[in-house]
């Protein structure tokens, strides 16, 4: 009698076949992976008719596995905002109570590393200076115009010192580029001057743009702020009360032409200007062209389509009635003496034995 293996042998076999499962996977990984991605691409319609079968029966406990991630996630998030937080103000803490050494020591490491590899310190450092200015570019310009507003006279300062020592320069300069870019020049100025005519036809002042100095708006500023903010003393109040106002029946209405013309030409000078500086406008109108052409051709294709169906039903019509009414020549008799119908009539060639054929 066979005696049975215990539950040892048993537990030791399925460990070894295990872990001869476990080796084949590690040591056939990317073939695995590859058949896996080949079934699922063979299979996609398959997956989803089945993931879309099981959301649908398994409809409640799919949403609380959602819910249950979404509020891990959020709460994953949250711990880590958290730590990052914290983490920033303690390295802000720390470099205020240490920022001597904290320079002595970057002072120190870029000193060694520009000794060790000139070439490469000066890479990293370009290449860190491109990081940074990629980074914060619109927080600096908007920086320096805010600076600009403030007081720009350095800065026109610095320009007038820039262009007497480089006047010769910066003129071959603009002339190069107008050679290069003459029709773009030419093109903005003429735009320029449409512009302007067209603010002149439309009763509006010339386009003058002078920049006010700061020390005046904010001047004007404090005004502003001092009379719209300042409390009204009863007396004034009063007396804003008492001030004559002119008599109701002295007013006069806007006679309705005037009105109707104002808010014409209200609408005119709106839709010349969207017209002028909204590009899109352009492009709305081309594809607007291009839609009625296409229309316009489907349109002429559809009636060639309707005309060839029925001129193919007329002819139809025509060749049955034709067929119906023509009239057919009965159908010629074979002369009993005649064994080829298509021969000519006896008649037409007789053998006569007078005359000339004697």
């Not at 070439?119 to 619109?138: F, I, N, S, V």
């Amino acid at each position: 009698m066979t005696a049975r293996p215990g539950r040892g042998e048993e537990g030791a076999a399925a460990e070894r076949e295990r872990e001869a499962r476990r080796a084949y996977r590690e040591a056939n990984a990317e073939r695995i992976s590859a058949g896996k991605r080949a079934w699922r691409e063979r299979n996609q319609e398959h997956i989803r008719e089945y993931r879309a079968a099981y959301n649908t029966e398994h409809r409640e406990e799919v949403l609380a596995k959602k819910r249950e991630h979404a509020a891990r996630y959020g709460a994953r998030k949250a711990a880590e905002r958290r730590r990052k937080e914290s983490k920033r103000a303690s390295s802000k803490k720390y470099y205020e109570a240490h920022k001597a050494e904290h320079r002595e020591y970057t002072r120190q490491w870029q000193a060694r590393k520009r000794a060790e590899d000139p070439e490469g310190y000066r890479a990293m450092r370009a290449e860190a200076q491109r990081r940074w200015w990629d980074t914060h570019k619109d927080e600096y310009n908007a920086k320096l115009r805010a600076q600009h507003r403030e007081n720009p006279e350095p800065r026109r300062a610095a320009a007038r010192a820039y262009y007497a020592a480089h006047a010769e320069e910066m003129k071959a300069r603009k002339r190069a580029y107008y050679a290069a870019n003459r029709e773009r020049v030419l093109a903005g100025n003429r735009a320029w001057k449409e512009r302007e005519k067209r603010r002149l036809d439309a009763g509006l002042p010339p386009r003058r743009i002078r920049t006010t100095p700061a020390a005046e708006r904010r001047a004007n500023t404090a005004a502003a702020d001092g009379f719209f903010t300042r409390e009204r003393t009863p007396d004034e109040i009063a007396a804003l009360r008492r001030k004559s106002h002119p008599a109701v029946e002295l007013l006069q209405r806007t006679p309705p032409e005037l009105v109707a013309a104002f808010e014409r030409e209200s609408k005119r000078t709106r839709i010349e200007h969207a017209l002028a500086t909204d590009g899109s406008y352009a492009s709305r109108q081309l594809l607007a062209e291009a839609r009625r052409q296409l229309a316009a051709q489907q349109r002429a294709a559809l009636r060639e389509q309707r005309d060839a169906t029925e001129n193919a039903r007329l002819d139809a019509i025509g060749k049955q009635v034709n067929d119906r009414l023509r009239h057919r020549e009965p159908a010629r008799r074979r002369h009993h003496l005649d064994p080829d119908p298509a021969a000519p009539h006896p008649m037409l060639n007789p053998n006569s034995t007078m005359g000339m054929n004697r």
